[in-house]
């Protein structure tokens, strides 16, 4: 599965930041529509390290059923410069 996706960020407070992004995924020769919120936040004050949670939904992945496909991520960064 290759995702192309483009969207936004806000950040309500210094250390959280929430995002939204979406477009076309590529699945099996199928371009289907996905989307991912996310939403992260900073460790230090620094920025140096940050957290992030996503949900990826892909519409229509199922062509029999028609069901969507979801996927929880975590991820965890450091900033190196």
């Known amino acids: 599965m290759i995702s192309l996706f ?3 960020s806000f950040h309500p407070t210094k250390n959280i930041y929430l995002s939204f992004v979406t477009g076309p995924s590529l699945i099996n020769g199928q371009t289907l529509l996905g989307i ?6 900073y ?9 992030k949670v996503s949900y990826i939904n892909i519409f ?3 062509a029999i ?3 969507d496909f979801g996927s929880l991520s ?8």
């Open 6 to 8: 483009v969207g936004t």
């Open 36 to 41: 991912k919120p996310s939403i992260g936040f």
């Open 43 to 51: 460790f230090s004050k620094s920025h140096k390290w940050t957290g």
């Open 60 to 62: 229509n992945r199922t």
């Open 65 to 67: 059923t028609k069901s």
């Open 74 to 81: 975590l991820g965890l960064g450091l900033k190196l410069l």
